[in-house]
């Protein structure tokens, strides 16, 4: 009898307790597309609005007007992809390499890309951007933020260890087949650990939608900005368009959620594996 | 025509040799087994033949054509993997296809070559799945259909049975005679499983340590073992061994005794080889030529420790002291049980002997096996 | 296999070249640069220049100030929570827990810059939505912009809000790589939910909470970007990190002889304190 009392207490107490947690993790996603949709006099009044507005498109005009964000959102897009996608076919070369052929030098390079792992990316900064824009002259150009983004270490160690995981007999049968190294990369290794390039790939997107300083640095024309730096030039203007802001925000964010919602067990994976370094 | 020959073939990894120095002459559309314990270099000499691993010194050749140096794909050789190598995520027919995709035959060609082979190993149905749903005999029959599509001039089949529960390893034994027999070509199969070499092999390769012990057909194996380990190894169940002192050699025969024989026993021998007396050589015989019933040249008193009754035969394990039991085989159903003191008897044409070397001295064979073997 | 020997060099080399380009090169030069005076018309070596400036540095001193009170203001809330929720997150009593997962979750896929204009919004010492829910219950308003702590709790809430849920799924992953026999049998030799907790779990994931305090300890030193648009590293410098320093100096002072000396003591106490944790908190948890 006080088993089962305390037991359901118990119940009781995880699931509110929990509940009220969630209310308050989920408060500033669900705010930024309330205030969205509400004009900034409404923000300004200080009073506490739960219900969307219909204000949406007008902040919006307010938004392209301010940082023609549609066309941020574009660039990020070329520059979230083509990392992604560039950065997904160097890293797994590079671990394919590293995780089934024996040759000279291949520990002490390990060792080295493992190292970079170590090194914190904001001191790189300063000479990567002496480098590419002053050197190079890529400022205002896609492959000036793209580039620097494929020495990324952490694709190389995920993709080598699913290669390591990869049955040899199979990749031997390729080759008996007549199969070439190159195609036996492609057309047989490569498929076979899709699922890790999947949640490798969504984890570099992100990371490069999201990214706010190097994109800062290279892209310092209207025309080539990114959403997140677009957002952050409406922080610096004198007057701060609330409204249009969250727009802004939500549009940067609401694909990530929903994406989130549908790859969530990849996500997750991608994230578990790549910690138990 | 796809005869093979391997001259002072030898691998090394890294300082370790793993085969030391093979020679083998394997005529075309023989069935050939690499038999022998684990570790031997069976399966490491079929990667050689295969193109797999690198010949350290020494010469493979195909059809009289130096292969050291050819690349896998272009030796005509077509291989079965013991963990089949299915691409997972290919269906049976890009499976088939693979290989042939990248030699550049036409289309129809391809889709012909597997219309075939996918009948003659029911694998029609099939065609338009992953392998991951198929079971464990029917991703077989792919990985032996992905091998014959090539038309290959040699077949080389590691272990193909070993992930296979019982009974179907019984219908794939016979399921791979009958290819033998159907695409008329040179077989290379690797397995520690001496029943599948003896019922499936043309000639049996024995292997121990990386060298040959025995080429020869299943028959002289059993009957003409080259030495004690082929002996053991050959014949289930297990030969008995004896550890016999000779008492003298005559022509053509020698004497031993063993202190729990009845008596000496002389054993006609095919050549004329002298011993001195007291030398100590290994006899053996195989359980089947153990009888209990009629006295023959021979006896030995043991008491039966353990009966097992297989039906057709019964196992008799007796404990005289020796280092392993002695069985005898005696056919049907027997009226004897365990703690019964019984009589082994033998003759001495089935005896073979072993020198002090374990190398096997020649013996005259008894009539009934000079019947089989020619 | 019988292969060309250059294979796996051929497969290397988009890497290599991307990495030695792009990393290697900058991460020399930027060690050469510390050496050297670079605001002279042609840089020239000056070998304590820089060096020496750091130790000096009123301003670098009071971004170290703030950035290591940023860390410890957040890093272990943040992990203590981040465990709540994983245990909570595991247990078999809760409901709903797709929702859930979701709630503290999501905030991974948030751009910095995003949340930082969310919650500037939110926290806006006038009509903030934070401060309008505290006036209900009667509390004052806090001055989250315009006061040192406010601004510095405020960077410190953020961070937890975004980062919880990163952690917590290392953890949840630990929780659940600990085998359930282990808590069968202690529950049968009488032991109390706390005891399982404090014996079991929480010794069994040392290793997942290390990685985590070490992960977090490093992102937050180079914390940048939600200072940046969150507070704009004030009220009076009080929330300037030692990146916004770092960046302040190379790209506004366009000095980068000593912007690199800085980068090179971010990496220098990243390495560090790393070093230290893995110290101090590593080993292996006795059974």
């Not at chain 1, 994109?215 to 730096?229: F, G, K, N, R």
């Not at chain 2, 030969?239 to 008492?247: H, S, T, Y």
């Not at chain 3, 018309?41 to 130790?55: I, P, S, V, Y």
């Not at chain 3, 409901?95 to 896929?109: E, Q, S, T, W």
């Amino acid at each position: 009898m006080n088993n089962s009392l305390t037991s359901r207490a118990k119940k009781l107490f995880i699931n509110a307790l929990m509940l009220v947690i969630s209310c308050m993790w989920l408060i500033p996603i669900w705010m930024m597309m309330i205030y969205a949709t509400h004009p900034d006099n409404v923000i300004f009044s200080g009073e506490l609005v739960f219900n969307p507005g219909t204000d949406f498109f007008k902040n919006f005009a307010i938004l392209q007007g301010k940082q023609d964000f549609s066309m941020a959102i574009f660039n990020s897009v070329i520059i979230a992809g083509f990392s992604t996608l560039l950065g997904l076919l160097v890293a797994s070369m590079a671990g394919y390499a590293l995780a089934r052929f024996a040759f000279r030098g291949r520990n002490s390079l390990f060792a080295l890309i493992i190292f970079i792992l170590a090194v914190p990316s904001a001191a790189i900064v300063i000479p990567e951007y002496i480098i590419v824009v002053k050197h190079m002259g890529l400022s205002n150009n896609y492959a000036g933020v793209i580039l620097p983004y494929l020495a990324n270490a952490v694709g190389v160690f995920f993709m080598r260890q699913s290669f390591l995981n990869l049955p040899s007999e199979t990749l031997e049968a390729a080759y008996l087949d007549g199969a070439s190294e190159w195609k036996i990369f492609y057309s047989i290794a490569l498929p076979i650990v899709r699922p890790a390039l999947a949640s490798l790939g969504i984890i570099l997107f992100v990371a490069h939608w999201n990214d706010y300083l190097w994109p800062m640095l290279v892209m310092t024309s209207e025309q080539y900005q990114t959403a997140p730096i677009a957002l952050g030039r409406l922080i610096g203007l004198a007057n701060i368009e609330w409204g249009a802001m969250m727009v802004g925000a939500s549009l940067m964010t609401v694909p990530f959620l929903l994406l989130f919602l549908i790859l969530q067990k990849q996500i997750i994976a991608g994230i578990t594996s790549g910690a138990t370094k | 025509m796809a005869n093979m020959q391997m001259q002072q073939l030898k691998k090394n990894f890294g300082n370790i040799p793993v085969i030391k120095g093979i020679d083998l002459d394997i005529k075309d559309r023989e069935f050939i087994c690499f038999l022998g314990p684990s570790g031997c270099g069976k399966s490491t000499l079929l990667r050689l033949m295969a193109g797999l691993e690198e010949i350290s010194s020494g010469e493979f050749l195909i059809d009289n054509k130096r292969m050291n140096d050819v690349p896998a794909s272009q030796r005509g050789i077509s291989m079965v993997f013991q963990s089949y190598a299915l691409y997972p995520h290919l269906t049976v027919r890009q499976n088939l296809a693979f290989g042939l995709k990248i030699q550049k035959l036409p289309n129809d060609e391809i889709n012909s070559r597997i219309k075939e082979v996918a009948r003659t190993l029911q694998l029609s149905e099939l065609l338009d799945r992953k392998p991951k749903i198929l079971s464990g005999g029917q991703r077989q029959r792919v990985a032996i259909g992905r091998a014959i599509v090539r038309r290959p001039k040699v077949f080389l089949l590691d272990e193909p049975l070993s992930n296979l529960d019982a009974t179907l390893r019984v219908s794939m034994r016979v399921e791979l005679a009958r290819l033998h027999e159907e695409l008329q070509a040179t077989i290379v199969y690797v397995t520690h499983d001496q029943v599948e070499a003896m019922t499936l092999a043309t000639r049996v390769v024995v292997m121990k340590d990386g060298a040959i012990q025995q080429f020869a057909t299943p028959l002289e194996l059993l009957h003409r073992p080259a030495n004690v380990f082929v002996a053991e190894f050959i014949g289930t169940p297990k030969i008995n061994l004896f550890k016999v002192e000779v008492q003298e050699c005559g022509p053509q025969s020698i004497t031993v005794t063993h202190a729990l024989f009845s008596n000496p026993i002389t054993i006609p021998i095919a050549k004329d080889i002298k011993f001195a007396a007291g030398t100590e050589l290994t006899l053996g015989i195989r359980p089947h030529r153990l009888s209990t019933k009629q006295p023959l040249d021979c006896t030995i008193s043991a008491k039966v420790t353990i009966v097992e009754r297989l039906g057709t035969e019964s196992l008799l394990y007796t404990d005289l002291g020796l280092e392993t039991l002695v069985i005898c085989s005696a056919a049907g159903t027997v009226p004897i049980n365990r703690g019964d003191q019984i009589t082994l008897g033998f003759s001495s044409d089935n005896c073979l002997l072993f020198d002090d070397h374990d190398q096997a001295i020649e013996r005259c064979l008894p009539a009934d096996v000079q019947l089989l073997i020619s | 296999m019988l292969r060309n020997r250059y294979t796996p060099y051929a497969f290397l080399s988009p890497y290599i070249i991307v990495f030695s380009v792009f990393w290697l090169v900058p991460i020399l030069f930027s060690f050469a640069m510390s050496f050297m005076n670079t605001r002279s018309r042609t840089w020239q070596f000056d070998f304590f220049l820089n060096w020496g400036r750091l130790l000096e540095d009123e301003l670098l001193w009071q971004a170290l100030k703030n950035t290591f009170l940023i860390i410890a203001l957040q890093v272990p809330a943040m992990l203590m929570l981040a465990v709540f929720a994983a245990v909570l997150l595991n247990s078999k009593d809760l409901n709903f827990k797709g929702l859930h997962r979701f709630a503290i979750f999501a905030p991974i896929v948030v751009a910095e810059a995003a949340y930082a204009v969310i919650f500037r919004l939110l926290f806006n010492d006038n009509f903030g939505f934070v401060n309008n829910m505290l006036a209900l219950i009667n509390i004052d308003a806090i001055a989250w912009t315009n006061s040192s702590s406010g601004a510095t709790a405020l960077i410190a809430i953020g961070l937890t809000w975004r980062w919880t849920g990163y952690n917590a799924i290392i953890i949840l992953a630990g929780l659940q790589n600990i085998p359930k026999d282990l808590y069968e049998a202690s529950e049968l030799e009488g032991a109390s939910p706390w005891q399982q907790f404090t014996k079991i779990t929480l010794p069994l994931l040392k290793p997942a909470i290390l990685l985590c305090l070490v992960l977090s300890t490093f992102g937050t030193l180079q914390l940048f970007t939600e200072p940046t648009l969150l507070t704009e590293g004030g009220p009076g410098g009080s929330t300037t990190t030692v990146a916004m320093y770092m960046y302040s100096q190379g790209f506004k002072s366009f000095n980068f002889g000593y912007g690199s000396a800085i980068a090179y003591l971010i990496v220098f106490l990243g390495l560090t304190l790393s070093l230290l944790q893995f110290k101090l908190f590593g080993g292996k948890p006795d059974e």
